[in-house]
């Protein structure tokens, strides 16, 4: 299953699912009644107005919905302007994963909120994973790289670490081995033919 179809989201994909388990930080626009119970600092039975709660994505996105909404949703800081500052300075110092576990997936979830924070978020994943691509790809292919430094990476970079990873020791088990002769295509061959063919006819 392609990474890209977690994003829709999709319902059979662990990492779609995990990812929508991050948490949002709301607050309610309005009274909830029987859910008090969710905020232990409070007595009542209902869930007042301007209550902060910290709710699961899968449950904070329905409730923020533009035609009723329930609760306001404040984005989490690494996805602020002033993160995307720290990016700039050096995205290959960060250590994402203790940013966020699913950090592009969560992200790409949050872009959907009608927020203004939001707008720019695609933006920022764009820049990041492209700042750091190449380290991530160099870390796979060098081996002196620490062996833990996959656990260290976020979902998505760790993906493409231990697919380097792979294709390394693949290609090194291929040239220990030795490919065998390389020898030329049959339609390379016959179109050699066909043109000299061609050209002493044309000289004759």
């Not at 388990?21 to 232990?40: A, K």
């Not at 790409?108 to 764009?126: A, M, P, T, V, W």
Request: proline letters at 5%.
């Amino acid at each position: 299953m392609s990474l890209c179809s977690s994003y829709s989201p999709n319902y059979f994909s662990l990492i779609d699912i995990l990812a929508t388990q991050e948490r949002v930080s709301c607050q309610t626009r309005i009274i909830l009644p029987g859910l008090g119970f969710l905020d232990v600092s409070s007595e009542s039975p209902d869930l007042q107005p301007g209550t902060k709660l910290d709710l699961p994505h899968w449950l904070a996105f329905p409730l923020n919905a533009p035609e009723r909404r329930i609760v306001n949703i404040t984005v989490p800081k690494i996805y602020k302007e002033s993160y995307k500052e720290i990016i700039n300075a050096d995205a290959s110092a960060i250590d994402l994963n203790k940013w966020c576990t699913y950090y592009y997936e969560f992200g790409i979830h949050l872009s959907g909120y009608n927020h203004r924070d939001c707008e720019k978020i695609q933006d920022l994943l764009l820049q990041t994973f492209k700042s750091r691509f190449r380290l991530v790809m160099d870390w796979a292919q060098n081996t002196g790289t620490d062996p833990t430094v996959g656990s260290q990476l976020p979902v998505l970079e760790k993906s493409i670490f231990t697919a380097g990873r792979k294709s390394r020791c693949i290609l090194i088990s291929w040239l220990k081995e030795g490919g065998g002769n390389i020898e030329t295509s049959d339609m390379v061959v016959n179109h050699k033919k066909r043109k000299r063919t061609e050209f002493e006819t044309n000289n004759t």
